[in-house]
């Protein structure tokens, strides 16, 4: 199961194509269980073993190919390893002397002999009369029916020929391969529209299929069959779509369609990018996409302009708009969306976003920053014979992004490489040497992509590289969380997270937010309509604006060139772009204040924000518990990134994910916990991700998009139930009667790997962890009797760079107890403080002081009028909210320092005990459930508002990669 999510099309070579993929065993020195994959180029092998690594055999080192028996032996003497413990890394290459020898499963031996034989022949012909052997060879086994021109054939040369012969099997197999009916959802009521053979485009890879279009449904069938054939997308589902081109002006249409596993249709969407085998073909999709889909009618390009101009969409999302009406996509990385660089200033210590310095110049590209280098290249032009060009690079390509991307999507460029990452040297390694090389080097003027600006996984597509690990943290991608072993540059350092500017401190986070913060500027709204006219307009592809690149002026062109140069995006505008006014930059920049929560700490927190700007409370009942009474709901609550996750207890506990916004659940899953009288503990990793345990204490993963479950700790992770989890984006503690554990997922991984354990001496009541922007975790327990215990606990082993370790980890802080006899109730974390409740109705706060010895005394101690029940922290006003059973809400600076008191928030009655609290970031809003199975949300107008269009007027529209009407 792990090994069929490890294998990716990035690992095959360049246009290398996968003809057939079934169940094997592999026997060599050992016996291994998988899948074999019958490609154009290779034949791989994956094997189940996460640790095993993937075989590539390639088919001009093929030799002895035989059936014997039920199996299939050959020699191979070179072998490529790839990706062994779901790493990613340079290929390695071994000599092997000894037979190899793979049994198919549910497929004719001799059959895939024969096909391999065919595919080894093609690959390895070096001569003319080998080549004509061939030829008569594939006529032989074409169909009668089938046309092939033999005399093209024969003009061809030898390279140019081994293609064509690969292209024409490829065909003839499609040719040979039907829709399996079986697969439709109903045989009666669906009709047929359109039946094509297509190609499925994702980032450097191809997937060849069979599309078929009924009146209800869209198939795709992958040709190489595998584990899951054929995706099903009911048309319902369809809601948006467009006309792109693929290539060199290939017939394409790319679908977005909500997630088929997700019962709110706003939640999640998936492009599908699709190229038809004729233009025919693609008009009757774009017609039946027409009259079938009424949601795609959105915004169109002149509506997304007004509403720019007017204020009510940000800049970040126009400019994601512009691209996506220019043909960019996030499934094409030679036409991936392109941001501009906003700023200049990546040296000082403090980023002055009032001064005009900081930014960079919006009127002119990139390419014309450096008087001195455009001098240079303007003679080089007048030099230069017809057709003439400026630039030989360009400011977006497929290598730009891989380049940004590496950390994300390393296997893009060992693809883009063939085999091994860059030269250490020219890989990404600094925000400010990156801006030196592109204000300087005459072959570099790349411009930026979305995610320098994301701030929230919702704000790029499942599509986007940066969530290629199936969650997104603003920076992540700066940060070498795969631990990948990127080289050493000439200088002696390690190739490791990317050198960020003074100004961000150290935080990839940081970075993230100030370089939206400047995108959202003032100063960037009044000069961006200039940097749109280079891009977008009618400066494009002009000489005089310094715009002409290579592939502006080539004829001519090829696949591989705009892979390797870039393509300039679809002009938009023939006019000048409109400036956008000053009241209408303000009144965006205030709108993506409040979407981003970037609540400063003033005299005022949470709570006094949310009542001067008109949020109020929503409620709703998700679940009750008939058979408890007044006993009440024990339930746990988690929420993050626009979702809420939640489980309760008893025999029939079930684990729901909902959206924060519109209560919709999205999905549910059965607990297996075999502790009916607590809550089955949950983690959130992201919106479409979540970790629960089953009767034996095993951790589990669940994949909200696919609906499947997986296994993360393949052996029983601890002797008795667990009680506690919480986790960071790349780690996880999980705690019980018998042992606590930190797990980590680095290194490319899709399960858990034991880090440490941790001895809290005692039976943890409390837990909670933070990652650290150096890579290490804190984790705090409250153990019985009243030990309160801190460790810090790098990702990575120092000594021999592992991420699992046997040791036990010694706590590096304690605290001690704030009073005798008291229970404490809740416990909060941050990177300088923790602070702790009881029942008793105190507040301790403790300053961390790692180089401390001994137990810590708080450093101040709050008295509340009644018993504390819980305690949320992390708010972006820098505050903590402590609830009280008297059914009040304090809100407390930093300092401790009392903000605000709400009394009355619910009844403190045994109906509406408050029985969970936790708080959402992306909306600003805190969650919480009671007793009787209600919960609310106390945050965001447009939650609750029932009129969304008057809510839509105070706060910035969604932002969606694809445009929809709008609300």
Not at 217 to 236: E, K
Not at 260 to 267: A, F, I, R, S, V
Not at 300 to 321: F, I, K, P, T, V
Not at 366 to 372: D, F, K, N, P
């Amino acid at each position: 199961m792990v090994g069929r999510e490890r294998f990716s099309t990035l690992l095959l070579e360049e246009q290398e194509l996968i003809v057939e993929d079934f169940l094997a065993e592999y026997r060599d020195q050992q016996q291994s269980n998988g899948w074999l994959k019958i490609c154009t180029k290779n034949v791989y092998f994956d094997p189940e073993i996460l640790e095993q690594p993937v075989l590539r055999f390639p088919f001009t080192k093929l030799e002895n190919l035989r059936v014997v028996e039920s199996s299939i032996t050959f020699d191979c003497e070179m072998v490529t390893c790839l990706r062994e413990n779901g790493v990613d890394h340079d290929y390695l290459t071994m000599c092997c002397d000894w037979k190899h020898e793979v049994l198919p499963r549910f497929r004719s031996p001799r059959e895939v002999c024969k096909l391999c034989e065919r595919l080894k022949n093609i690959s390895g012909m070096s001569s003319i009369s080998e080549r004509d052997a061939l030829i008569q060879d594939l006529v032989d086994n074409h169909e009668r029916n089938t046309t092939f021109d033999v005399t093209a054939m024969r003009s061809l040369t030898v390279e140019s020929e081994r293609d064509a012969l690969i292209q024409d099997l490829v065909d003839n197999h499609e040719r040979n391969t039907t829709f399996d009916v079986t697969a439709m959802r109903s045989l009666t009521v669906e009709e047929l529209v359109l039946e094509d053979k297509v190609r499925r485009i994702s980032p450097l890879s191809e997937i060849l299929g069979t599309l078929r279009i009924t009146n209800v449904n869209l198939y795709f069938m992958l040709l190489h069959g595998g584990l899951r054939p054929v995706d099903i997308y009911p048309l319902s589902r369809v809601v948006g779509w467009r006309r792109l081109e693929y290539g060199i002006h290939e017939p394409s249409i790319e679908i977005t369609v909500s997630d088929l596993n997700c019962e709110d249709k706003e939640t999640e969407h998936l492009s599908l990018m699709l190229v038809f085998s004729e233009e025919r073909h693609c008009l009757v999709a774009e017609l039946l996409f027409e009259n079938h889909c009424e949601s795609t009618r959105g915004l169109d390009l002149e509506s997304c302009e007004n509403a720019w101009a007017a204020g009510a969409m940000s800049n970040y999302e126009y400019l994601l708009r512009l691209n996506y009406f220019s043909g960019r996509s996030f499934c094409d990385l030679s036409q991936y969306p392109v941001f501009p660089w906003v700023l200049s200033d990546y040296s000082s210590d403090i980023l002055d976003l009032s001064d005009p310095g900081s930014y960079r110049e919006l009127s002119k590209s990139v390419g014309a920053l450096s008087e001195r280098r455009l001098e240079l290249v303007h003679d080089r032009y007048n030099e230069m014979p017809e057709p003439r060009f400026l630039w030989g690079t360009h400011f977006s390509s497929a290598a730009a992004v891989i380049y940004y991307l590496v950390r994300a999507i390393p296997a893009a460029m060992l693809k883009l490489q063939g085999g091994r990452f860059d030269e250490p040297n020219r890989l990404f390694n600094s925000v400010l040497g990156t801006w030196m090389s592109v204000t300087t080097s005459t072959s570099d003027v790349k411009e930026l992509i979305p995610e320098f600006f994301a701030l929230t996984e919702s704000e790029l597509p499942v599509e986007s590289g940066a969530r290629a690990n199936g969650w997104y943290h603003p920076g992540d991608f700066l940060c070498n969380l795969q631990s990948l072993d990127l080289g050493m540059r000439q200088d002696g350092e390690r190739v490791e997270n990317v050198h960020l500017p003074p100004w961000a401190h150290n935080s990839a986070e940081h970075f993230i937010r100030m370089n939206r913060a400047a995108l959202e500027s003032e100063h960037v709204s009044q000069s961006l309509h200039e940097w749109i006219d280079l891009v977008f307009g009618f400066r494009s592809r002009s000489a005089d604006a310094h715009t002409l690149y290579f592939t502006d002026v080539k004829e001519n062109q090829t696949f591989d060139s705009l892979i390797q140069f870039g393509k300039t995006p679809k002009r938009l505008f023939n006019n000048p772009h409109p400036r956008r006014s000053v009241d209408a930059a303000a009144l965006s920049l205030a709108s993506m204040s409040s979407k981003t929560n970037q609540l400063k700490p003033k005299a005022q927190g949470f709570l006094k924000c949310i009542a001067e700007s008109g949020k109020s409370e929503k409620k709703i009942s998700l679940y009750r518990s008939p058979e408890q009474g007044n006993v009440g709901m024990k339930c746990n609550l988690e929420c993050k990134d626009g979702v809420l996750l939640s489980s309760y207890a008893g025999k029939d506990s079930v684990i729901s994910l909902y959206n924060s916004q519109s209560f919709k659940r999205i999905r549910a899953t059965k607990s297996y916990h075999s502790v009916h009288e607590i809550a089955p503990p949950i983690a959130l990793l992201s919106s479409s991700s979540f970790v629960f345990t089953d009767e034996g204490s095993r951790l589990i993963a669940f994949d909200v998009r696919s609906g499947s479950e997986r296994l993360l700790s393949s052996e029983y992770s601890h002797s008795s139930p667990i009680t506690r989890l919480c986790c960071t984006r790349s780690a996880l503690v999980s705690t019980s009667a018998d042992s606590t554990n930190l797990w980590t997922w680095g290194n490319g991984r899709r399960n858990l790997q034991l880090r440490c354990q941790l001895d809290p001496e005692g039976v943890v009541r409390h837990i909670a962890c933070v990652q650290l922007q150096d890579q290490n975790v804190l984790v705090a327990t409250e153990s019985n009797p009243a030990n309160l215990m801190l460790w810090k606990i790098p990702l990575l082993d120092a000594e021999n760079g592992s991420d699992t370790t046997e040791d036990v980890h010694e706590a590096c802080w304690r605290g001690a107890a704030a009073s005798d006899g008291s229970q404490t109730t809740g416990m909060c974390l941050t990177e300088g403080k923790i602070i702790i409740i009881s029942d008793s109705g105190q507040v301790a706060i403790y300053e961390l002081d790692l180089a401390r010895r001994g137990a810590a005394d708080p450093t101040k101690l709050i008295q509340l009028g009644s018993s504390a029940t819980f305690i949320v922290g992390g708010l972006p006003t820098g505050t903590f909210l402590v609830a009280s059973d008297d059914g009040s809400l304090t809100e407390f600076d930093g300092e401790g320092r009392v903000l605000e008191l709400r009394r009355e928030i619910w009844k403190h009655d045994s109906d509406e005990r408050l029985m969970m609290m936790c708080f959402d970031t992306e909306l600003s809003a805190l969650v919480y459930a009671l007793s009787n199975g209600v919960v609310s949300v106390l945050g965001e107008v447009n939650v609750l508002d029932p009129n969304p269009r008057a809510a839509r007027t105070a706060l910035p529209m969604e932002t969606r990669w694809f445009p929809q009407q709008n609300s």
